[in-house]
């Protein structure tokens, strides 16, 4: 436990904490960038799911970037941890911050006088947010290359603006259009991507990966 401890204490201080400050302009940002005051059902969706579901990429995909860094690396080999461990505890980590994140959105829009079912909404956001997190740190997994990480899930939301012709049951907006039904897809296929992720980076290590 003394050595999990530790090397959460170490990536929150000396990595992700960059990653919280992202996510906090990005929050900051938000009444500045889209319409946040007394919007309804459809209106609030669209800012979630077009904005807050960007959490994602920021507190998920950089799971593997504190490996480039020689002092983690030589922590982690004093603990004798598998990576595995390892990178499941920055994940763990990110979830948090990333539940913890959406529900302020929500909530902040909730004060602003938005009319929507927080819980729902909450719910619809988060799924967004985690399956563009696992994608885009499944593929930085797979290719061990960040840029790649964060532009194929920035695309994909790209793809999106197109509408669900080419994305169906994993479509970035249909709350906007009250269909709940792909946030299932997306959340049950981020989850797997994350696991994904964690678990290539164990079969096949990648030669930034720290042996």
Not at 117 to 126: E, Q, R
Request: glycine fraction near 8%.
């Amino acid at each position: 436990m003394e050595a999990y401890v530790s090397i959460s204490r170490v990536y929150l201080k000396h990595h992700f904490k960059f990653h919280l400050l992202a996510a906090a302009l990005l929050f900051c940002l938000m009444p500045f960038l889209m319409s946040t005051e007394n919007l309804g059902p459809e209106e609030s969706a669209r800012t979630l799911e077009s904005y807050a579901a960007l959490l994602g990429v920021v507190l998920l995909v950089p799971v593997f970037l504190a490996d480039l860094d020689r002092d983690t690396r030589d922590l982690l080999r004093s603990k004798r941890l598998s990576f595995s461990h390892v990178h499941g505890i920055r994940v763990l980590i990110g979830l948090v911050f990333l539940v913890a994140a959406e529900f302020l959105c929500v909530l902040f829009l909730k004060g602003c006088g938005c009319r929507f079912p927080l819980w729902s909404y909450f719910f619809g956001v988060l799924a967004g947010a985690v399956f563009l997190g696992g994608l885009g740190m499944a593929v930085y997994s797979l290719t061990d290359n960040p840029a790649v990480g964060y532009m194929v899930p920035l695309v994909y939301y790209a793809v999106n603006f197109g509408g669900d012709r080419y994305v169906k049951n994993f479509y970035l907006f249909s709350m906007a259009q009250g269909d709940f039904t792909p946030k299932y897809f997306l959340a049950a296929a981020g989850l797997l991507l994350l696991a994904l992720g964690v678990l290539w980076r164990r079969w096949r290590p990648h030669p930034s990966t720290p042996l």
